[in-house]
């Protein structure tokens, strides 16, 4: 299984990004894609993702700000970044989970300029 995440770059405060990971190989219908970021001198911290049963979580400080989404047809799955913080800023992972392992893209940059 590969992930390729695209979609990074600069952005001022109040800005919008949209973020997408497109997966490749053995691809299992139940999964848990979702996306994870880690800012300079911080650990790697869930942002939104997918359960196996298809419900969606969110980190609280960007609940109503970023949707996550997919499209299994395509086997991707995207996140829309609006009302982007300069604190938003960080390398964006995509991770997917399916029965015989989990997986990680590679990041994309996010930088939110205030």
């Known amino acids: 299984v590969q992930l390729q995440a695209s979609g990074g770059g600069l952005v001022q405060a109040g800005g919008s990004l949209r973020l997408s990971c497109a997966a490749s190989g053995s691809i299992f219908s139940h999964n848990a894609p979702g996306w994870y970021r880690q800012a300079p001198g911080k650990q790697r911290e869930l942002v939104a993702t997918f359960t196996s049963s298809g419900d969606t979580n969110y980190d609280d400080s960007v609940k109503g700000r970023f949707t996550i989404s997919r499209d299994n047809d395509k086997n991707t799955v995207s996140l829309q970044m609006n009302s982007l913080k300069p604190e938003d800023t960080a390398v964006y992972y995509c991770?997917?989970?399916?029965?015989?392992?989990?997986?990680w893209g590679q990041g994309t940059l996010v930088t939110v300029s205030s």
């Open positions: 991770r997917l989970v399916q029965p015989g392992g989990i997986y």
